[in-house]
């Protein structure tokens, strides 16, 4: 069945540093990819998405490129600040389950001063 | 404000004594559905609707029960609780252009 799979955290990174976060996929077909995010405390907020290959999803600063030949989605942004620290998860929604996303684990952000 | 609520927020129980978390949204989704989030584990589906009335199973539907009886409520109910249902739930709607929409979550500990 689809599957994500994402790196382990947490990631420590001081203030102003480059994320990467890395989620590959397994699906049946061209599925549609999101990043949720989720702060303490709270739900998750759909954070980007993209919908077919080579789209590139943004928000916020952070960017995602649909990679169709590595099967991958990872998520980066340019210089992470203290409010960025969450935790980020990696979803695809397979082109025969509308009703359904299947999340990866979930990788936890801490950014420092 | 377009929004998912959850009730209550946290619940502590005791094994067996039966409970109910609800969930309304306010945007007339046609698709809601039920979320479990463990630690290692991400979150996975327990059950979803299509429609008043319309239920089916996720993933992990064991030792649940929901209900569809109005298009805004999706009420998910634990007959007999026990310790492995100890989780965060959260409630999620989905737009017709397939964003999904998550409640604030409801912290379950079942002793």
């Known amino acids: 069945g689809d599957s994500v799979t994402q790196m382990e955290g947490p990631v420590t990174l001081s203030e102003e540093a480059f994320l990467t976060i890395n989620c590959t996929y397994t699906?049946?077909?061209?599925?549609?990819l999101f990043w949720y995010v989720q702060y303490p405390g709270e739900g998750l907020q759909l954070l980007l998405k993209?919908?077919?290959?080579?789209d590139k999803g943004s928000n916020k600063g952070f960017e995602a490129t649909y990679r169709k030949e590595t099967t991958s989605f990872h998520l980066e942004k340019g210089s992470v600040q203290v409010s960025d620290s969450a935790v980020y998860f990696c979803?695809?929604?397979?082109?025969?389950?509308?009703?359904?996303?299947?999340f990866g684990t979930g990788t936890r952000l801490l950014v420092s001063p | 404000e377009a929004q998912v609520t959850q009730n209550p927020r946290y619940l502590i129980t005791v094994t067996g004594k039966k409970l109910t978390v609800t969930c309304s949204q306010n945007?007339?989704?046609?698709?809601m559905s039920w979320y479990r989030q463990d630690p290692g584990l991400g979150l996975r589906q327990i059950y979803y609707?299509?429609?008043?009335?319309?239920?089916d199973k996720g993933d992990v539907p064991e030792g649940y029960k929901v209900s569809r009886k109005e298009k805004r409520n999706f009420p998910l109910i634990l007959e007999s609780p026990s310790p492995n249902q100890t989780s965060l739930y959260f409630c999620?709607?989905?737009?017709?252009?397939?964003?999904?929409?998550f409640g604030p979550g409801t912290r379950l500990l079942v002793l």
């Open positions: 979803a695809l929604r397979g082109k025969t389950g509308f009703q359904k996303l299947v």
């Open positions: 699906a049946t077909g061209y599925p549609s």
């Open positions: 993209a919908t077919k290959a080579d």
């Open positions: 945007m007339n989704h046609e698709y």
């Open positions: 609707s299509m429609n008043v009335e319309v239920t």
């Open positions: 999620a709607t989905i737009g017709q252009a397939g964003s999904q929409y």
